[in-house]
Nanobody, 120 residues
Framework: QVELVESGGGSVQPGGSLRLSCAVSGTISGINAMGWYRHPPGKERELVAMFPSGGTTNYADSVKGRFTISRNNAKKTAYLQMNTLKPEDTAVYYC??????????????WGQGTQVTVSS
């Protein structure tokens, strides 16, 4: 059973920082891409950042220069460092991973979501 376990959300004032973590649990063969999406209130879910295995990271224009995605493959964990947070960053953040559950089989998995609230 593969699961993504998120942590690190919370409330912060504008200009503050938060760090999200996403750990893959379960027996797997490998991890392809890992990334983060968010679902702002009243809006559609959107891509925030993606870190493909062996590829270059990509970010939504709205977070470039403020957010940084990283991975620790040994720990099967991805991180999203969020700096200079703005009220419009308020959303439920979801981790996403394309996981090789066994050779030749890749599954698309989602974390449970973590709330990030930016407000004064």
């Amino acid at each position: 059973q593969v699961e993504l376990v998120e942590s690190g959300g919370g409330s912060v004032q504008p200009g503050g920082s938060l760090r999200l973590s996403c750990a893959v649990s379960g027996t797997i063969s490998g991890i392809n891409a890992m990334g983060w999406y968010r679902h702002p209130p009243g809006k559609e879910r959107e891509l925030v950042a993606m870190f493909p295995s062996g590829g270059t990271t990509n970010y939504a224009d709205s977070v470039k220069g403020r957010f940084t995605i990283s991975r620790n493959n040994a720990k099967k964990t991805a991180y999203l460092q969020m700096n200079t947070l703005k009220p419009e960053d308020t959303a439920v953040y979801y981790c996403n991973a394309h996981v090789q559950v066994r050779i030749g089989v890749v599954g698309n998995y989602w974390g449970q979501g973590t709330q990030v609230t930016v407000s004064s």
